[in-house]
Structure formats: C-alpha cells, structure tokens
C-alpha cells in the first residue's frame, strides 16, 4: 500500500538528534552574516516523516553567499559514500541558514532547487531545514 503522506504537502513533523540539532546551530553561528549549509542523512519512517541521524556540514569548496549557498558537491558525495556503507543512512535532504535575513521559510530559489533536485534525480521528496539567527 503507498504511503499517502507522501504528497507535495509540507510534513507536519519530523525527529532530529538534539547533536545533530545543535550542530547545525554551531555551523548557523559560525557564518552570521552569510548562509552555509549542509546535508541531512536517515531515513523515512512508513508513515512518511524524516528521520534525522547524521548533519554534515559545509565542505572545504563550499561557497557561502550573503543570500545563497553551495556545497562542496565532491565533499557531499564522498561523505555521502561513507555515510551509507558505515552506517546504512540515506541522503534525505539538506539545510542552510538565512542567517539575519528575516526570512524563516523556504525563498523562491529554495523551492526551485528542490523540485529541480527531486525531480534530476528522481526522489519521492527531500527534506529541507532552514535556520536563522534570532536575536532575544
């Protein structure tokens, strides 16, 4: 039977390890005033929400932008390698921050690089993590 939370809905919850969570915090507040980024590795659960196991972060060529950001793709890849044959993870998506940019949800661009992403390499979905920095 599909699984019918597998649609073009945005997903109404997802799990990450609170490691994983404040490393992406930790790569957020290293770049304050430009995005950076990484890519997020698990699995989906059958009823079709994400799993976050493993956060990389940027690569050594990866570009960071004031409003975008690039990852180092040979980094991603041969991390990526690894990830799967040690330890059985997917490549489920992908964060970057918007730093200060006031800006909490996905831009235009962001939604063009997913579907593109989805749709050249044919994946059912992709999970995408933005984060910001919040001054209280």
Not at 8 to 16: D, K, R
Not at 26 to 39: V, W
Not at 80 to 108: K, T, V
């Amino acid at each position: 039977m599909p699984d019918q939370n597998r649609s073009n809905l945005p997903i109404s919850q997802a799990v990450i390890y609170e490691s994983e969570l404040d490393y992406i915090a930790r790569c957020i507040q290293d770049y304050p005033n430009l995005e950076t980024g990484g890519d997020l590795f698990g699995f989906w659960t059958y009823s079709g929400f994400p799993v976050v196991q493993y956060v990389l972060g940027p690569g050594r060529q990866a570009r960071h932008q004031v409003t975008a950001f690039y990852q180092d793709k040979n980094y991603l890849i041969e991390s990526g390698h690894i990830i799967r044959d040690l330890h059985g993870l997917q490549h489920i998506g992908e964060w970057h921050s918007h730093h200060r940019l006031d800006l909490a949800h996905p831009s235009g661009g962001d939604v063009a690089t997913v579907r593109r992403a989805i749709q050249d390499v044919k994946l059912p979905q992709l999970f995408l993590v933005i984060g910001n920095i919040v001054d209280v």
